[in-house]
């Protein structure tokens, strides 16, 4: 069958890409679903055809999947961020662990790791501490909310199921003011108009920093907007200015508008201080979850030298700290170690030392100065570790090895370099940071070969 667009297939949806939609198979074509859950049968119109897949839009639901549930409460934002909403969160956390196990076989080549069931959220709503929403405008009108799975289309929205209600009381007051003032979505081609993004941080104590995202410096009635977002717990407004054509949310210049220059908040008993452009895992409450785990993993002692590598604004290194000698960590974000030196006083720990630069640089260096380390931590981007960092680990041959990962497939890579040069897997542990979304989190014990 040669599929064109506009054409309507059938069929049952077997599998989810890593974005969230629902795959199909015609033909042994793949057909990428908006909308479709598995186990759902259903009939879709082509909207995109590729060489290996076609992207369709869902047009009916011929028998609704099993694990399809019914919501008791409406969804008032776009899909696109939260795919799986529908599909039974139990079978998630399933569909995650087999996503886990699928990807250690297929690239990694292993078929008997003990991968252990997802670690989930009692409550899976509510659970994003950093939002970016963009603002546009549709039909002349101003559009603030998500884009929709596959588009770029903003889905115009009151409130998000993934943010506390503090940050939706502080979209409606942007609203109001844009409507009020007559302040214009920013329009990257034209170069014309105001707000381009809404940035929201919210901390434990439900306080909140504001980023206004501008296309130009000019932000007209600031105070105006300042007043009204006083009478919520924001405690901090900022304006962040980004003229490029991008799509890369922030720009590199802040100016303070009102308020306090960092908010505080907290993973466990550690405090952390926020500046606008620090990264600091969205979900609080499974990040606890989770560095635990890797301490757990890490089975330390008194007499270990840890190395954190990817350190970023030096979590894990704390979390670590209590129970070990010495921890190094190395990041190559200036900023980022900044605020790993400030964390670390915060938090009066004195047993670990932040370096800037590329982690296959440094760890040589430490090496010929003799700093071994006898336990590392991998925590790397999306992108995974550089061949360099594992071959360096290779040589150096620390006793275990915790990899924490937001990648499975490049997470396999890695493994399977490190099981090749003298390592094996003693357990992966999924944890699911991101409910409702294909993304997950996992924790991977290696140890070395005796």
């Not at 259903?42 to 399809?68: G, M, P, T, Y």
């Amino acid at each position: 069958m040669d599929i064109k667009i506009g054409d309507k297939v059938k069929g049952e949806i077997i599998d989810f890409t890593h974005e969230g939609n629902g795959i199909l198979k015609v033909d042994n074509k793949a057909i990428f679903v908006n909308g479709g859950l598995i186990g759902d049968k259903v009939v879709a119109k082509i909207d995109l055809v590729k060489k290996n897949f076609a992207l369709a839009s869902l047009v009916d639901i011929i028998e609704a999947s099993k694990d399809r549930i019914k919501l008791d409460f409406e969804v008032k934002e776009a899909r696109g961020g939260i795919p799986l909403i529908e599909y039974k969160y139990s079978k998630q956390l399933e569909w995650k662990k087999h996503k886990v196990k699928m990807d250690l076989y297929k690239i990694a080549g292993l078929s008997d790791v003990v991968v252990k069931d997802t670690i989930g959220m009692e409550y899976p709503y509510r659970y994003r501490n950093h939002v970016q929403i963009p603002v546009g405008e549709r039909n002349g009108k101003t559009v603030i909310g998500f884009y929709e799975l596959n588009t770029n289309e903003i889905v115009d929205m009151e409130r998000s199921i993934l943010q506390p209600e503090i940050g939706n009381r502080i979209i409606n007051i942007i609203r109001t003011w844009m409507a009020k003032y007559n302040i214009k979505p920013y329009n990257k081609r034209q170069k014309i108009g105001i707000l381009r993004h809404i940035g929201i941080r919210t901390n434990r104590n439900n306080e909140a920093m504001v980023i206004l995202v501008t296309g130009s410096y000019k932000l007209p009635y600031a105070d105006e907007l300042i007043k009204e977002l006083k009478k919520e717990k924001v405690i901090s407004v900022y304006q962040n200015i980004n003229k490029s054509n991008s799509s890369i949310v922030y720009g590199r210049e802040y100016k303070k508008l009102y308020g306090e220059d960092k908010l505080l908040d907290y993973i466990g008993d550690y405090k952390f201080y926020l500046s606008p452009k620090s990264f600091f895992q969205v979900n609080r409450i499974q990040t606890e979850i989770l560095y635990d785990k890797v301490v757990e993993y890490l089975e330390l002692n008194k007499d270990d030298i840890v190395y954190d590598l990817y350190c970023g604004i030096g979590t894990i290194s704390l979390f670590v700290a209590p129970h070990a000698k010495k921890v190094y960590g190395i990041e190559i974000v200036k900023e980022a170690v900044e605020d790993a030196k400030n964390n670390a006083a915060l938090n009066n720990i004195h047993n670990v030392e932040f370096m800037v630069g590329k982690a296959e640089k440094v760890l040589p260096k430490l090496v010929k100065v003799g700093i071994e380390s006898n336990k590392v931590v991998l925590d790397p981007p999306r992108k995974g570790c550089e061949r360099e960092v594992l071959e360096s680990l290779v040589k150096m041959q620390p006793e275990r090895i915790v990899y924490v990962s937001c990648n499975p497939s490049t997470m396999a890579r890695d493994v399977k370099y490190l099981v090749e040069n003298g390592y094996r897997v003693v357990e992966v542990q999924p944890v699911d940071m991101f409910p409702h979304t294909t993304h997950v989190e996992t924790v991977v014990l290696l140890s070395k070969v005796k």
